[in-house]
């Protein structure tokens, strides 16, 4: 039975970067949405004078949610990034 990795290339970084993003990703849509869900949040409108009506959250504020999804995701375009650029570097290394 074969146990290597797929990407048998992968390093410490690679799986740092990878657990980040997934975690961070997964921190702000599974975690927070569950717990928002258990506490029973309330979502209920409110009057603002001159600005209508406004959605008012009583758990956590969407903006922190939007915050931590879209840090997971930068994590993963840097991740990325550094794979092309390693790529880049080990093809222009010295040929035989």
């Not at 992968?10 to 657990?19: K, P, Q």
């Not at 406004?54 to 991740?79: C, D, K, M």
Request: no cysteine; charged share 10%.
């Amino acid at each position: 039975m074969d146990t290597t990795s797929p990407h048998s290339d992968y390093g410490w970084l690679d799986d740092a970067a990878l657990t980040t993003g997934l975690g961070l990703v997964l921190l702000g849509l599974v975690v927070m949405g569950v717990v928002e869900t258990l506490l029973g949040s309330a979502h209920f409108t409110e009057h603002v004078p001159g600005l209508g009506v406004a959605v008012v959250h009583t758990s956590f504020n969407p903006r922190l949610r939007a915050h931590v999804i879209a840090l997971g995701f930068l994590v993963f375009l840097a991740w990325g990034r550094s794979r092309v650029v390693r790529t880049i570097l080990a093809s222009l290394g010295p040929r035989p």
